[in-house]
């Protein structure tokens, strides 16, 4: 898709409403010249994409094509306060996105600016844009897209995507544009499967700034925006690319390099190193904001003297108070002895309705080092740093025992049944590689992130076969340490996921070798030192 840089505009005006439009389409938007944003909505089949207080997201389908409508809302003093110092925010939006086409960079191409004014203020405002045809998010793109492919397309696609993404990096801090939203969600991607070319749009461009070259520091605080998804993702051959795509850029221009960045090598590990300390930083604050509470979750501990409760925002909070006070009648369960412990599939009043999950219930006898709050605790830190896991919707504790309900995935499986399943044994070769290698992927990630596994079992993974996705259960017995898991705890991991999978039929000594060789990818340890070792370690464990 061609966008021009200057096309014709046109302006018009609806009561308190003004208009500036592409002229070849405002007839497709507005034919009977009636320019009333809510007709828009009348006039098109739509979907409501994004729903909020201060913005509504629609995507139009229209007979030339669809559109994204934002509407920009004014909810509060607050709001109407910005307006009055400062452009709207489909304003601000619009002048970004046709600056960036000026420089040369691929985005939507925004069709379509009103603003509803009030005197002098612009209360509400809308953006409309085109689509982009044939594209994606980058995440959807990597996680969803890329995974579907054949091995070889999937591999050069991957090349691609490095080789592009450190280009269109190091473009933006040769041009002074600063984008301090620089997600993966904030990137779309298209691609031809034929030519295994791709090409990458910006979108969402309401945190860009523009100026002069970037310094050191604004690059090294994008450079972290855009880690903070691939740092689980991908692998160091993946980084190098994309590195050496964006250092190659910057040689292109004379003088290009920020003043920091004047050696290959010593720029690597200084972005390596930066990155690194962004993200656990990050990792950190968010956790201290999960536990002193925000809008996503319900805190009832505290509350007279009943038992310590959370649940997430989406339940009904008269609900999780009947749970808090007798979560027994509630989930329909007899008095439990002691020494016993019941999980069982049960379904929870939300605000918007139903939620389905799986209930699981204990005492200090019966599972004497599994805790919900630590489930609780743990899934939601697992969640934030995109481990997968079923995301816990609520907990009770009370002294003698605990309530833990996590959400149900369907068509899933524990992967000791599925690893005696007759669809295991016929997994292909690139299956069979891909499984082994994501879930080893996870665990490495996990132990990088310094969850330690204090009653480590094959039985607390779960795979859901439609999508080769593993998720992690057994939270209650881990524990969230400051530093990357030990060399020892990792071995008795290992060795107790290798005990568990020897009466499988499904899994491999192949399948076990290939595993323990991408766990240590990017670790710095010889894979037949960690093979001798689990080796003798499931032996003597056997042995007794």
């Known amino acids: 898709m061609v966008v021009e840089s200057s096309p014709t505009m046109v302006t018009r005006s609806a009561g308190s409403c003004e208009w500036t439009l592409v002229a070849e389409d405002a007839p497709v938007l507005f034919p009977d010249e009636n320019l009333a944003p809510k007709l828009l909505l009348e006039r098109f089949s739509h979907d409501e994409l994004k729903s909020g207080s201060h913005r509504v997201v629609f995507k139009l389908q229209t007979g030339n094509g669809c559109y994204y409508f934002k509407h920009y809302k004014i909810s509060d003093w607050k709001s109407r306060l910005q307006n009055w110092v400062r452009s709207s925010r489909a304003r601000i939006e619009w002048d970004h996105t046709w600056k960036l086409i000026e420089l040369g960079f691929d985005t939507c191409l925004p069709v379509a600016i009103g603003e509803k004014r009030k005197g ?3 209360r ?3 953006l409309i844009t085109r689509e982009i045809p044939d594209s994606v998010q980058l995440d959807q793109f990597v996680e969803k897209v890329l995974p579907a492919l054949p091995e070889r397309t999937r591999r050069q696609l991957r ?12 473009q933006l801090h040769l041009k002074g544009v600063q984008h301090r939203d620089y997600h993966a969600g904030n990137v779309l991607v298209s691609w031809d499967e034929t030519s295994l070319k791709l090409k990458l749009w910006l979108i969402d461009l309401h945190q860009v700034s523009f100026g002069s070259k970037l310094k050191t520091k604004q690059c090294l605080r994008n450079l972290a925006l855009l880690n903070s998804y691939f740092s689980n993702r991908g692998n160091a051959s993946d980084r190098r690319r994309f590195f050496r795509s964006y250092w190659q850029t910057f040689q292109t221009k004379k003088n290009g390099r920020p003043r920091g960045f004047q050696e290959y090598k010593s720029t690597l590990l200084t972005i390596e190193e930066f990155c690194d300390q962004k993200m656990w930083k990050e990792f950190a604050r968010a956790d201290q904001k999960w536990e002193r509470g925000n809008r996503r979750l319900v805190i009832l501990e505290g509350e007279s003297e009943q038992n310590a409760c959370r649940g997430v925002s989406e339940l009904d909070r008269d609900f999780l108070k009947a749970v808090s006070q007798n979560p027994q009648n509630t989930f329909g369960l007899p008095l439990l002895n002691k020494s016993v412990s019941v999980t069982k599939r049960v379904t929870l009043k939300g605000e918007q309705g139903i939620l389905s999950g799986y209930l699981t219930v204990c005492d200090k006898h019966s599972k004497p080092k599994f805790s919900a709050r630590t489930a609780w605790d743990i ?5 934030r740093r995109r481990l997968s896991t079923p995301r816990p919707l609520l907990f009770v504790e009370a002294k003698e025992q605990q309530w833990l309900v996590t959400e149900a995935i369907p068509n899933s499986m524990p992967l000791t049944d599925y690893a005696q399943s007759s669809q295991a044994h016929h997994l292909n070769f690139q299956s069979r ?7 080893a992927a996870q665990l490495a990630w996990r132990d990088r992130c310094g ?5 480590p079992t094959l039985f607390n993974i779960l795979i859901q076969p439609d999508s080769d996705t593993f998720f992690f259960l057994g939270l209650g017995y881990l524990e969230q340490l400051n530093t990357p898991v030990s060399e020892k705890k990792i071995i008795r991991t290992l060795a107790a996921w290798t005990s568990g999978s020897l009466p499988l039929s499904g899994i491999t000594r192949t399948d076990r070798l290939r595993f323990l060789k991408r766990y240590l990818l990017e670790k710095e340890g010889d894979w037949k030192r960690y093979w001798n070792r689990i080796d003798s370690k499931v032996h003597s464990v056997h042995s007794n």
């Open 379 to 383: 899934g939601h830190a697992f969640i």
């Open 433 to 439: 590689r891909l499984l082994t290698r994501q879930l």
């Open 120 to 122: 002098p203020v612009v």
């Open 159 to 170: 090349f691609e995507l490095a080789r592009q993404l450190g280009i269109v990096t190091a």
């Open 124 to 126: 509400d405002s809308y």
């Open 451 to 455: 969850f330690q596994d204090n009653h």
